[in-house]
């Protein structure tokens, strides 16, 4: 069959920043044109990949001139492991780059009367913030352009990353500058380890192998757990490789591994075995203390987290005498770290794990006004649900990406809430529910806090008012 040979486009100027870390160009009488990896004021060639009645997405083949808002990409293994898309923009501008596409949703979707947005709150630590990694074993390596100019002999072992859009590829990981120094150094030695064993990696394609994933969390307190899931019950493999970790880093103060046996590598349905310490881990919020289980959610950067959440507490405008409804509540963090400003928080979640851990850390730090109920949001959240617990003074929402249910906004609006606090890792979403909500809502204040450095990704908090 003869190939198509792909359009090209020469020297195409990047124009301005899109949503999901992409650019795009609008060349005159031409269609708009989406690119990664590039940056408003290049100047590239490109290769046009898909094509759309309206819009086409190009890949850059080659660059002419650059962007003065660009810097040198710091890892090595940036363009290939599908982290930190925008590692070569400088983070000032990254920052705009947020704040922009928080406004842009709001106007564009929302379409509702706004306040000055604030300055978005940026991270004070650019590299190394993340508090939990996952890498995955592949007996696939992908050989990266440095690894094949090396010409050297490498083993197809991996431990790393995968490659965005192939399920059997992993990239090799030596340095990952999101997570402290100490995760870079146990999974180099991990890795080191079972290649001087033998111990066969996983194959993804075949499902086979005894090495299959490694997650690594941590602490603000230094303390660290290490998960090691196993893709096969061999008890020899599997107390030779929990032994060498638990000698060589007795930093691991929970070292925990699963066997799973299943086609996903996800852990919520999987046996959690603890072979040394504890069985979680503890971080400090604020005097607070907070147990993070393996499969409990925690926000990924602790000091961002910590910010976020006195936005949210501050447009709470918590006196002490208030009832607070904390929707989407996980692990009950935003609910313990408010209770002490409220006479009680109500805080309901899906995942009854999670709503087992809020309950522990309710009962860890002594707090007694707390009190947490598990099911679905559009189930739980209805007039009912108000008339049996009473009307809530504050509510704080913080949806998954999704954003709410129609449902959950419809209560929110008969509530007769006076304030709510909408806390979104999704502005479109969010400026969606924001319409809505706008029939009885005035946004009295927007916050954007950035808590994933060189992603697209950004946190948005928001106070409505109820308007007399
Ligand atoms: C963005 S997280 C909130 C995390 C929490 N506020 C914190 O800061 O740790 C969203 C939460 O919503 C929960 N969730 C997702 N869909 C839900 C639903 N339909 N009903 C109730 N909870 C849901 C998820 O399990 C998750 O814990």
């Not at 799973?260 to 604020?286: A, M, R």
Request: hydrophobic share 40%.
């Amino acid at each position: 069959m003869k190939q198509r040979t792909p359009k090209v486009i020469e020297r195409l100027r990047i124009d301005e920043a899109a949503s999901e870390g992409k650019f795009i160009s609008k060349p005159e009488g031409g269609k708009v044109i989406f690119t990664e990896y590039t940056a408003p004021g290049d100047v590239v060639d490109v290769e046009i990949r898909k094509s759309k009645s309206s819009f086409a997405e190009a890949k850059v083949t080659q660059f002419h001139s650059f962007s003065s808002h660009r810097q040198d990409p710091f890892c090595k293994h940036y363009g290939t492991c599908g982290g930190c898309r925008l590692q070569h923009i400088q983070y000032t501008y990254q920052l705009e780059y947020k704040f922009n596409q928080v406004k842009d949703a709001l106007e564009r979707i929302g379409k509702i009367a706004l306040p000055e947005i604030n300055p978005i709150l940026g991270s004070a630590r650019t590299e190394y913030y993340r508090n939990k990694m996952e890498y995955s074993f592949s007996s696939r390596r992908w050989l990266e352009a440095s690894d094949i100019a090396s010409r050297e002999q490498l083993s197809r072992n991996a431990l790393g990353f995968h490659v965005p859009g192939m399920f059997d590829r992993i990239v090799h990981i030596q340095h990952c500058y999101l997570q402290d120094h100490t995760a870079n150094e146990i999974r180099n030695a991990l890795y080191a380890f079972a290649e001087s064993k033998g111990l066969i990696f996983f194959d993804q394609k075949i499902q086979q192998g005894c090495l299959r994933s490694f997650m690594l969390r941590n602490t603000s307190k230094g303390e660290w757990m290490a998960l090691v899931q196993f893709g096969q019950a061999n008890d020899e493999e599997i107390s030779m490789v929990m032994d060498f970790l638990h000698e060589k880093f007795p930093i691991l103060t929970s070292l925990l591994y699963v066997v799973n046996q299943k086609l996903n590598d996800s852990l919520y349905d999987q046996e959690v075995v603890v072979h040394k310490g504890l069985p979680y881990i503890v971080e400090e919020l604020e005097g607070l203390q907070f147990r993070i289980q393996p499969k409990s959610f925690f926000q990924t950067n602790t000091a961002q987290a910590e910010i976020l959440y006195r936005v949210a507490r501050t447009m709470a405008g918590l006196k002490g005498d208030e009832l607070v409804f904390d929707l989407y509540t996980g692990t009950g963090t935003i609910a313990n770290f408010i209770a002490r400003q409220a006479r009680k928080v109500i805080g309901i979640e899906s995942v009854p794990m999670a709503i087992e851990d809020a309950k522990l850390n309710s009962q860890v730090n002594g707090i007694q006004n707390t009190e947490f109920l598990v099911a679905d949001m559009k189930d739980i959240f209805t007039p009912a649900f108000i008339a049996q617990h009473g009307k809530p003074d504050v509510v704080i929402t913080d949806p998954p990406r999704a954003g709410m249910h129609e449902s959950v906004v419809r209560t929110l609006l008969d509530s007769g809430t006076p304030r709510i606090v909408y806390i979104s890792c999704n502005p479109a979403t969010q400026a969606r529910d924001l319409a809505l909500l706008d029939e009885k809502y005035t946004v009295k204040e927007v916050q954007p806090v950035d808590m994933f450095p060189h992603t697209h990704h950004c946190e948005n908090v928001v106070l409505l008012e109820l308007r007399d």
